[in-house]
């Protein structure tokens, strides 16, 4: 076994291991603590994809995140309400909202990407920027949604012969979730498209003049990103009973590029340990201070400075890049 799978392995199985853990030591808690790092990777990763491979740094991701959570809040809003959305009735099942969200972010972000992508460096970032601000506006604006209040969930979604209301089942719902993106992710990026994805990213000029198209590829990846943030999005909503259009704002997208370049961008695995320390970092700090970002700017630094694959380079060493 290689280095990196041995990190890999590790991971996943203290992640498996964490509510038996939890319960051994009599504190509940770090179920929930646990079940923040998996939804939150799952975003990372998907950022991870157009970000560590495809050099498209998108300050837009929040924006999918916070439609998959609104997504889950507003079917369930007028459920609540007995009324109809668009003239459908609506629907519990996880089955049904959880694609729904994925498919909502997946077309957003397929118009956000198309308009974007026509730019590079700085325009691309502010344009995602700018998305993700209108959208967080509107969702302000949405009163009968809650406006600056967002909207309460009164329940979980339901999935056949499982109670996501117990914490542990929702826990163990959310890492199946997180282990299959992470499989496709990888099978992606190990494709010829994510070859060419990568290729462009290395040399431009030299993928288009071989006769690939850049705007095809990196749009494609453009919106996979998305649905996958806009199931994170659906989950989190899920797991908080709660959305709101902070899960839309930037400081959300900041807090998702903090995560890849604590794991490591361009890893896959890495920024689901940068969420893990992110995450972690927040709950230690904040015990001391209220200005906690203090504390992680310096820390961000210094990763950068030492570890330029981040957390997971560094444990897995030269094995980690992909």
């Not at 397929?110 to 601000?133: P, Y």
């Amino acid at each position: 076994m290689t280095r990196k799978s041995l990190v890999v392995a590790l991971m996943f199985a203290v992640l498996l291991c964490m509510p038996p853990i939890a319960y051994g030591v009599g504190n509940s808690f770090l179920i929930n603590l646990v079940t923040q790092f998996v939804i939150y990777a799952i975003a990372a990763v998907s950022l991870d994809l157009v970000l560590g491979y495809g050099a498209m740094v998108s300050f837009g991701h929040a924006a999918f995140f916070g439609l998959g959570g609104y997504v889950v809040a507003i079917v369930a809003f007028h459920m609540d309400q007995g009324q109809t959305l668009l003239g459908w009735g609506g629907s519990e099942s996880a089955l049904v909202i959880w694609p729904l969200a994925m498919a909502v972010a997946a077309l957003v972000g397929l118009v956000m990407g198309f308009l974007s992508l026509r730019t590079s460096g700085i325009q691309f970032i502010m344009i995602t920027l700018a998305f993700a601000q209108m959208l967080y506006f509107v969702l302000i604006g949405l009163v009968v949604y809650g406006g600056d209040d967002g909207l309460s969930v009164t329940a979980r979604n339901v999935l056949p012969g499982l109670d996501l209301g117990d914490s542990t089942v929702f826990y163990y719902v959310c890492l199946a979730l997180m282990a299959a993106w992470v499989w496709l992710c990888r099978r992606i990026v190990g494709s010829p498209f994510g070859m060419t994805l990568r290729g462009f990213k290395q040399n431009e000029r030299r993928s288009i003049n071989l006769g690939y198209a850049p705007l095809r590829y990196r749009l494609s990846a453009f919106v996979i990103s998305a649905a996958g943030t806009g199931l994170a999005g659906a989950l989190w909503a899920n797991y908080a009973l709660y959305a709101s259009p902070d899960m839309a704002g930037w400081t959300k997208s900041g807090e998702f590029m903090a995560m890849i370049v604590l794991g490591g961008m361009g890893t896959i695995f890495g920024p689901i340990l940068g969420a893990a320390a992110y995450l972690g970092l927040e709950q230690v700090l904040t015990a001391w201070t209220e200005n906690w970002l203090l504390f992680l700017g310096p820390i961000l630094i210094l990763v950068v400075l030492f570890s330029k694959r981040g957390i997971f380079g560094w444990l897995a060493g030269s094995e980690s890049h992909d």
